[in-house]
């Protein structure tokens, strides 16, 4: 029988889950069985069980990941609201005699929603049913517009408060309040890269996005001026409240979640949206949401802690480290990865599972942390614009079932360009993703 070594078992263990993944098994079932199998092979099965129980104990007392559930249940409810939608109909009303104004109006409403939710889906689908059909009544390019939509959508992982930079926060030891700090200027900068490309392509072309027609048009400015109101300053001031008590540290991320959603609902009552029935749903999706993020991370955490106590991390460490690489090109081959993994993987299992093992190197060459985890996050969003996977253009395609998913793909592809031209000024640029926070924070 052939002898490997723990280091190799580490290895042969990570080749089997990714193999795993990309054939279809659940995730965070697999991470278990291989934890198991491979932890009982190289270590014993006696450690192996104690780190099991260590590590799903240690992720039910993380207070931090209570905010997940409650940062989902708030952008559920501001999408129940019917914000959002008012919001888009004010803002192309009050912009209907310029080239391009529904680009502007779905990126200006991507970076509110963005900030109400991180969930990517329900942002492309809430945009393209707000969208679609005025674009296509008003001749608006099909590439360009689901470009837009898509590129809008995946703000919400960037933007705070993100959930993925909440469970990124605990798994790089970095305080989820310098992450969402760290955020907001790459983000904003993002969003304006999109409008810049979007509106200045309608400037050189019009016949790409042309003014509103007449009958689209608003009689009544008072009332869109009324609705612009109505629909930004709620949700602004909801969002401020929560992030800025964050932000502020008058509340941990976990209290200002909670401040949000009971905000969300305030609000839902305050525009007569209020349902039982839709509130139920709300909390039923909140439920299937959290408990696949949570039950990930307490598997991947015990998949960590077997794979690191197998020494796999340490042979990588010590294998890059004597490659006399510098450290922005170790970052480069780190970003490289990450952003092919996105094309099949959602940002949870990459967050969990790759950032773990890349973490050690990266700290033996003193690569500023929280520089690398707003890195990621724009790797991770440029990702959801990647074919073959790439999970927007079929949140997009399912409810403009009329638009091509080959013109979608075109689309998405452009803005994939724009934002790794942001992952590359993030990179060159540190202080658009550090500044922030040490002016706030003072370190």
């Known amino acids: 029988m052939l002898e490997f070594s723990n280091e190799i078992i580490g290895l042969i263990m990570i080749g089997v889950m990714l193999f795993a993944i990309f054939v279809g098994f659940p995730i965070s079932f697999t991470l278990i069985f291989l934890g198991i199998i491979f932890g009982a092979w190289g270590i014993g099965i006696k450690l192996t069980v104690f780190l099991m129980t260590l590590q799903f104990y240690g992720s039910m007392m993380e207070q931090t990941l209570a905010a997940v559930p409650l940062f989902v249940f708030m952008g559920f409810m501001m999408e129940q609201a019917g914000l959002m939608e008012r919001l888009f109909s004010a803002v192309q009303l009050m912009l209907a005699r310029m080239k391009g104004s529904l680009f502007f109006a779905v990126l200006f409403v991507s970076v509110i929603f963005g900030a109400a939710t991180g969930i990517v889906g329900a942002s492309v689908t809430i945009l393209g049913i707000m969208a679609a059909s005025t674009m296509n009544r008003s001749g608006y390019d099909v590439r360009l517009a689901a470009g837009t939509i898509t590129a809008g959508g995946t703000l919400g992982i960037l933007i705070p408060p993100s959930i993925m930079l909440v469970v990124m926060g605990p798994v790089l030891e970095i305080p989820v309040t310098d992450l969402f700090a760290a955020a907001i200027i790459p983000g904003i900068m993002m969003a304006v890269l999109y409008l810049i490309y979007s509106v200045g392509r309608c400037w050189i072309d019009p016949t790409l996005g042309p003014v509103l027609p007449e009958e689209l048009r608003a009689t009544d400015r008072a009332h869109v001026l009324r609705e612009f109101f109505l629909g930004l300053v709620p949700p602004s001031i909801l969002i401020a409240f929560a992030l800025g008590s964050i932000l502020s540290g008058w509340a941990t991320p976990t209290e200002g979640a909670g401040m949000g959603a009971f905000g969300s609902v305030v609000l839902t009552l305050l525009y007569r949206k209020f349902s039982w029935t839709r509130t139920y749903d709300a909390l039923i999706k909140t439920l299937e949401i959290s408990v696949l993020i949570l039950f990930l991370v307490a598997a991947s955490n015990f998949f960590g802690a077997v794979f690191s106590r197998l020494g796999t991390p340490t042979m990588i460490t010590e294998l890059l480290l004597g490659l006399d690489l510098s450290a922005n090109m170790v970052v480069i081959l780190i970003l490289a990865l990450i952003f092919v993994l996105g094309w099949p993987l959602e940002w949870v299992p990459i967050v969990l599972i790759i950032l773990p093992i890349m973490a050690p190197v990266l700290h033996k060459l003193e690569v500023d942390m929280l520089w690398f985890a707003i890195l990621v996050a724009v790797c991770l969003q440029t990702a959801w614009?990647?074919?073959?996977?790439?999970?927007?253009?079929?949140?997009?395609?399912?409810?403009?079932?009329?638009?091509?998913?080959?013109?979608?793909?075109?689309?998405?592809?452009?803005?994939?360009?724009?934002?790794?031209?942001?992952?590359?000024?993030?990179?060159?640029i540190p202080p658009l993703a550090t500044w922030l926070p040490a002016y706030i924070y003072g370190n």
């Open 385 to 428: 614009l990647s074919p073959p996977v790439a999970l927007s253009a079929y949140f997009l395609k399912g409810v403009v079932p009329s638009w091509d998913l080959k013109d979608i793909y075109i689309g998405m592809m452009q803005f994939m360009v724009i934002q790794l031209l942001g992952l590359a000024l993030v990179f060159l």
